[in-house]
């Protein structure tokens, strides 16, 4: 499968400012915050970064072994908590990101044509203006 984007998908300074917020002052990140969140430390594991952002030490196949395990991991619990927070039953913008973040992660794996079927099954007819912006926390 191959995805097409003009632009990133989540903005980086939208982003970090909401994190910021949420550091500071205390202003939730909302269900979807939480997932692309999740879903960026996901990344970083990925490529050998742990959650303090320290880079782990390259141990040859054995260290790509552990990591593509963690990362396996953290994708299936992932796909629980799209699953408890709806995702596909309530779409927005926040939702489309979280499924196109996770969908490179599960490719693969077992769980990948899972996530592919939820990014496909996403209605291309919706026009921008329909989606809910999930950002605020509703």
Not at 37 to 42: G, I, M, S
Not at 70 to 85: F, G, H, K, P
Request: net charge negative; proline share 4%; hydrophobic share 35%.
């Amino acid at each position: 499968m191959r995805c097409d984007l003009t632009g990133p998908i989540v903005d980086p300074t939208e982003f970090v400012d909401r994190y910021g917020k949420f550091l500071s002052k205390g202003v939730p990140l909302g269900d979807y915050g939480d997932l692309i969140a999740k879903l960026l430390v996901t990344w970083a594991a990925s490529y050998g970064v742990n959650e303090h952002g320290e880079e782990d030490t390259h141990g040859g196949f054995q260290s790509v072994d552990h990591r593509r395990s963690v990362t396996n991991s953290m994708a299936r619990e992932l796909l629980v908590l799209i699953d408890r927070y709806a995702v596909m039953r309530n779409i927005s913008w926040d939702g489309v990101r979280v499924l196109l973040l996770l969908l490179p992660l599960t490719e693969g794996t077992p769980h990948g044509s899972l996530t592919c079927f939820l990014v496909l099954t996403i209605p291309t007819s919706f026009h921008r203006d329909t989606i809910r912006d999930r950002s605020s926390g509703e």
